[in-house]
């Protein structure tokens, strides 16, 4: 694991937009990392049909989304806000 980013437990579940933030720091700047409930509720094969639901498979998961996150950070592959969106291509 790359000692310049830094996972910390910080975790929001956007209903309506139908995305989980967590968030990442790299070199003292804090960045966003998201992924879309769908894509979560497919990797985790699991029906999510709250918050609470959504935050679980988060976390069952949640080492394997910041181990992504983390190379997509080092890749730099930022969108246009500076974010990280996690997106898995068997979806």
Same mark, same amino acid.
């Given at each position: 694991?790359?000692?310049?980013?830094?996972?910390?437990?910080?975790?929001?579940?956007?209903?309506?937009?139908?995305?989980?933030?967590?968030?990442?720091?790299?070199?003292?700047?804090?960045?966003?990392?998201?992924?879309?409930?769908?894509? @979560?509720?497919?990797?985790?094969? !699991?029906? $999510?049909?709250? =918050?609470?639901?959504?935050? &679980?498979?988060?976390?069952? %998961?949640?080492?394997? @989304?910041?181990?992504?996150?983390? !190379?997509? $950070?080092?890749? =730099?592959?930022?969108?246009? &806000?500076?974010?990280?969106? %996690?997106?898995?291509?068997?979806?």
């Amino acid at each position: 694991m790359n000692q310049q980013i830094l996972f910390n437990d910080q975790l929001s579940v956007n209903w309506p937009q139908q995305w989980i933030e967590f968030t990442a720091m790299v070199a003292g700047q804090r960045v966003g990392c998201f992924i879309a409930l769908p894509t @979560l509720a497919h990797l985790s094969d !699991t029906d $999510i049909g709250n =918050e609470e639901q959504a935050i &679980q498979a988060f976390e069952r %998961l949640r080492f394997d @989304l910041e181990e992504e996150a983390e !190379t997509l $950070i080092e890749e =730099e592959n930022f969108d246009a &806000q500076g974010r990280i969106w %996690l997106h898995h291509p068997a979806i």
